[in-house]
Protein backbone atom coordinates (compact mmCIF):
# COMPACT_ATOMS: atom_id res chain seq x y z
CA UNK A 1 0.00 0.00 0.00
CA UNK A 2 1.08 3.68 -0.97
CA UNK A 3 0.37 7.35 -0.88
CA UNK A 4 1.28 9.37 -3.60
CA UNK A 5 1.15 13.36 -3.89
CA UNK A 6 1.39 15.96 -6.32
CA UNK A 7 1.57 19.29 -6.46
CA UNK A 8 0.08 21.02 -9.76
CA UNK A 9 -2.54 21.09 -12.02
CA UNK A 10 -4.88 18.09 -11.36
CA UNK A 11 -5.91 18.56 -15.40
CA UNK A 12 -2.02 18.39 -16.19
CA UNK A 13 -0.90 15.69 -13.45
CA UNK A 14 -4.20 13.61 -14.84
CA UNK A 15 -2.98 13.45 -18.37
CA UNK A 16 -0.03 11.25 -16.74
CA UNK A 17 -2.25 8.41 -15.44
CA UNK A 18 -2.67 5.26 -16.64
CA UNK A 19 -6.24 4.18 -17.74
CA UNK A 20 -8.35 2.42 -15.94
CA UNK A 21 -5.72 2.76 -12.97
CA UNK A 22 -8.19 4.44 -9.92
CA UNK A 23 -10.69 1.87 -7.93
CA UNK A 24 -12.49 5.32 -6.54
CA UNK A 25 -12.52 8.98 -6.30
CA UNK A 26 -13.94 11.04 -2.83
CA UNK A 27 -13.38 14.83 -3.74
CA UNK A 28 -14.49 18.13 -2.82
CA UNK A 29 -14.06 20.64 -6.05
CA UNK A 30 -13.34 24.49 -5.22
CA UNK A 31 -16.64 25.97 -4.73
CA UNK A 32 -17.92 29.07 -2.11
CA UNK A 33 -14.01 29.59 -1.98
CA UNK A 34 -14.45 33.67 -0.47
CA UNK A 35 -17.10 32.67 1.99
CA UNK A 36 -18.02 36.10 2.06
CA UNK A 37 -21.76 35.50 0.21
CA UNK A 38 -21.19 38.51 -1.66
CA UNK A 39 -20.71 38.88 -5.43
CA UNK A 40 -17.64 37.20 -5.42
CA UNK A 41 -19.47 33.60 -4.75
CA UNK A 42 -20.50 34.36 -8.19
CA UNK A 43 -16.70 33.74 -9.42
CA UNK A 44 -15.88 31.34 -7.28
CA UNK A 45 -19.01 28.95 -8.58
CA UNK A 46 -17.92 29.99 -11.92
CA UNK A 47 -14.25 28.64 -11.21
CA UNK A 48 -15.99 25.67 -9.49
CA UNK A 49 -18.07 24.66 -12.92
CA UNK A 50 -15.07 25.65 -14.97
CA UNK A 51 -12.54 23.40 -13.19
CA UNK A 52 -15.20 20.26 -12.99
CA UNK A 53 -16.22 20.24 -16.47
CA UNK A 54 -12.67 19.34 -18.08
CA UNK A 55 -11.73 17.22 -14.83
CA UNK A 56 -15.04 15.02 -15.36
CA UNK A 57 -13.80 13.51 -18.59
CA UNK A 58 -9.93 12.50 -17.27
CA UNK A 59 -11.61 11.45 -14.16
CA UNK A 60 -13.77 8.92 -16.48
CA UNK A 61 -10.42 7.84 -18.13
CA UNK A 62 -8.44 7.03 -15.19
CA UNK A 63 -11.03 5.13 -12.81
CA UNK A 64 -11.77 1.47 -13.40
CA UNK A 65 -14.94 0.39 -14.77
CA UNK A 66 -17.28 0.10 -12.03
CA UNK A 67 -14.97 2.88 -10.34
CA UNK A 68 -17.10 4.75 -7.67
CA UNK A 69 -16.96 8.55 -7.59
CA UNK A 70 -18.31 10.82 -4.94
CA UNK A 71 -17.97 14.86 -4.98
CA UNK A 72 -19.60 17.18 -2.36
CA UNK A 73 -21.34 20.17 -4.05
CA UNK A 74 -23.11 23.28 -3.01
CA UNK A 75 -26.67 23.42 -4.05
CA UNK A 76 -26.55 26.52 -6.21
CA UNK A 77 -24.43 24.59 -9.06
CA UNK A 78 -25.33 21.30 -8.21
CA UNK A 79 -27.33 21.17 -12.15
CA UNK A 80 -24.57 22.16 -13.92
CA UNK A 81 -21.82 19.60 -11.83
CA UNK A 82 -24.53 16.76 -12.19
CA UNK A 83 -24.88 17.39 -16.46
CA UNK A 84 -20.84 17.61 -16.21
CA UNK A 85 -20.09 14.40 -14.57
CA UNK A 86 -23.16 12.89 -17.34
CA UNK A 87 -21.52 14.41 -20.09
CA UNK A 88 -18.75 12.48 -19.48
CA UNK A 89 -20.03 9.23 -19.34
CA UNK A 90 -20.70 8.62 -15.28
CA UNK A 91 -24.17 7.24 -14.01
CA UNK A 92 -25.77 8.90 -11.11
CA UNK A 93 -26.70 6.58 -8.50
CA UNK A 94 -27.72 8.70 -5.27
CA UNK A 95 -27.68 11.99 -3.17
CA UNK A 96 -26.37 12.17 0.36
CA UNK A 97 -26.76 15.40 2.22
CA UNK A 98 -23.40 17.36 4.25
CA UNK A 99 -25.13 18.93 6.99
CA UNK A 100 -23.29 21.87 8.98
CA UNK A 101 -25.26 21.88 12.46
CA UNK A 102 -23.36 24.92 13.30
CA UNK A 103 -24.06 26.93 10.74
CA UNK A 104 -25.34 30.71 11.48
CA UNK A 105 -27.96 32.90 9.83
CA UNK A 106 -26.00 35.58 6.96
CA UNK A 107 -25.81 39.02 7.33
CA UNK A 108 -26.44 40.08 4.05
CA UNK A 109 -28.94 37.48 2.48
CA UNK A 110 -30.70 36.78 5.65
CA UNK A 111 -29.95 33.53 5.58
CA UNK A 112 -26.78 30.69 5.01
CA UNK A 113 -26.93 27.13 3.41
CA UNK A 114 -26.65 24.77 6.12
CA UNK A 115 -26.41 22.00 3.95
CA UNK A 116 -24.26 20.97 1.03
CA UNK A 117 -24.44 17.23 -1.25
CA UNK A 118 -22.66 14.48 -1.69
CA UNK A 119 -23.15 13.64 -5.48
CA UNK A 120 -22.98 9.25 -5.88
CA UNK A 121 -21.70 8.17 -9.53
CA UNK A 122 -20.88 5.09 -10.88
CA UNK A 123 -18.80 4.31 -13.89
CA UNK A 124 -20.40 2.54 -16.11
CA UNK A 125 -19.87 -1.73 -16.12
CA UNK A 126 -21.37 -5.16 -16.78
CA UNK A 127 -20.32 -6.33 -13.24
CA UNK A 128 -23.08 -6.41 -10.49
CA UNK A 129 -22.36 -2.76 -8.74
CA UNK A 130 -21.17 -3.23 -4.65
CA UNK A 131 -20.30 -1.48 -1.90
CA UNK A 132 -17.45 -2.52 -0.20
CA UNK A 133 -18.77 -1.70 3.80
CA UNK A 134 -21.62 -3.54 5.37
CA UNK A 135 -21.74 -0.42 7.58
CA UNK A 136 -24.61 1.94 6.67
CA UNK A 137 -24.55 4.31 9.16
CA UNK A 138 -25.85 7.13 7.81
CA UNK A 139 -27.23 8.83 4.72
CA UNK A 140 -26.88 12.44 5.87
CA UNK A 141 -23.29 13.46 6.95
CA UNK A 142 -22.89 16.26 9.79
CA UNK A 143 -20.45 18.92 11.16
CA UNK A 144 -21.40 19.61 14.68
CA UNK A 145 -18.55 22.55 14.37
CA UNK A 146 -15.33 23.09 12.55
CA UNK A 147 -12.39 21.54 12.87
CA UNK A 148 -10.02 22.22 14.99
CA UNK A 149 -6.63 20.71 13.02
CA UNK A 150 -5.33 23.77 12.72
CA UNK A 151 -5.37 23.15 8.76
CA UNK A 152 -6.92 26.46 7.67
CA UNK A 153 -8.83 25.67 4.93
CA UNK A 154 -12.16 27.26 4.73
CA UNK A 155 -14.31 23.57 3.46
CA UNK A 156 -12.29 21.03 5.62
CA UNK A 157 -14.49 18.00 5.79
CA UNK A 158 -15.18 15.61 8.74
CA UNK A 159 -12.37 12.94 8.95
CA UNK A 160 -14.79 10.44 10.09
CA UNK A 161 -17.30 11.40 7.66
CA UNK A 162 -15.26 10.99 4.84
CA UNK A 163 -13.39 7.69 6.19
CA UNK A 164 -16.90 6.05 5.55
CA UNK A 165 -17.36 7.47 2.34
CA UNK A 166 -13.84 5.51 1.94
CA UNK A 167 -14.62 2.67 3.66
CA UNK A 168 -18.20 2.48 1.61
CA UNK A 169 -16.74 3.56 -2.22
CA UNK A 170 -12.96 1.64 -2.12
CA UNK A 171 -11.79 -1.91 -2.30
CA UNK A 172 -9.48 -2.63 0.68
CA UNK A 173 -7.14 -3.06 -1.75
CA UNK A 174 -7.83 -0.70 -3.85
CA UNK A 175 -6.91 3.06 -5.03
CA UNK A 176 -9.03 6.03 -3.72
CA UNK A 177 -7.94 9.46 -5.76
CA UNK A 178 -8.62 13.03 -4.90
CA UNK A 179 -7.81 15.33 -7.73
CA UNK A 180 -8.72 18.16 -5.48
CA UNK A 181 -6.54 17.39 -2.14
CA UNK A 182 -7.01 20.35 -0.21
CA UNK A 183 -6.40 19.93 3.31
CA UNK A 184 -5.86 15.92 2.65
CA UNK A 185 -8.76 14.68 4.11
CA UNK A 186 -9.41 11.78 2.00
CA UNK A 187 -5.65 11.03 2.34
CA UNK A 188 -5.96 10.98 6.25
CA UNK A 189 -9.07 9.09 5.79
CA UNK A 190 -7.93 6.29 3.51
CA UNK A 191 -4.45 5.63 5.96
CA UNK A 192 -7.22 4.92 8.62
CA UNK A 193 -9.19 2.97 6.21
CA UNK A 194 -6.15 1.30 4.82
CA UNK A 195 -6.94 2.23 1.37
CA UNK A 196 -4.49 3.23 -1.05
CA UNK A 197 -4.11 6.89 -1.92
CA UNK A 198 -3.43 9.48 -5.05
CA UNK A 199 -3.89 13.19 -4.03
CA UNK A 200 -3.58 16.46 -6.25
CA UNK A 201 -3.40 20.08 -4.89
CA UNK A 202 -2.36 23.02 -6.87
CA UNK A 203 -2.02 25.88 -3.71
CA UNK A 204 1.46 25.03 -2.48
CA UNK A 205 -0.09 26.30 1.21
CA UNK A 206 -2.67 23.97 0.90
CA UNK A 207 -0.64 21.05 -0.55
CA UNK A 208 2.14 21.78 2.67
CA UNK A 209 -0.94 21.51 5.09
CA UNK A 210 -2.50 18.10 3.71
CA UNK A 211 1.41 16.35 3.27
CA UNK A 212 1.84 17.88 7.16
CA UNK A 213 -1.65 15.95 7.99
CA UNK A 214 -1.01 12.54 5.93
CA UNK A 215 2.57 12.33 7.51
CA UNK A 216 1.03 12.44 10.64
CA UNK A 217 -1.52 9.67 10.26
CA UNK A 218 1.30 7.82 8.44
CA UNK A 219 3.05 7.18 11.80
CA UNK A 220 0.16 5.55 12.63
CA UNK A 221 0.67 3.12 9.76
CA UNK A 222 4.03 3.26 8.00
CA UNK A 223 2.84 3.36 4.77
CA UNK A 224 5.46 4.68 2.26
CA UNK A 225 5.18 8.03 0.96
CA UNK A 226 6.23 9.69 -2.29
CA UNK A 227 5.81 13.16 -2.92
CA UNK A 228 6.19 15.44 -6.01
CA UNK A 229 6.43 18.72 -5.30
CA UNK A 230 7.15 20.41 -8.66
CA UNK A 231 4.14 21.77 -10.32
CA UNK A 232 3.25 20.14 -13.33
Sequence with gaps: MNVQLHLGDCLEVMRGMADKSVDAVITDPPYKISQTYTANVDADNLMAVSSIFPASEELFRVCKDGAYLAMFYDTRILPLAFQAMRWAGWKYLRGLTFYRRWGNANKLYGWMSTSDFI????????????????????????????????????????????????????????????????SGTTGVACIRTGRNFIGIEIDPTYFAIAEKRIAEAQLQSRLPLEVNNEQA
Design 119 to 182: LIFRKPSDSIFKFYSTDWRHDVYIKDKPESTGSNHPAQKPVDDVSHLVKHLTPEDGICFDPFMG
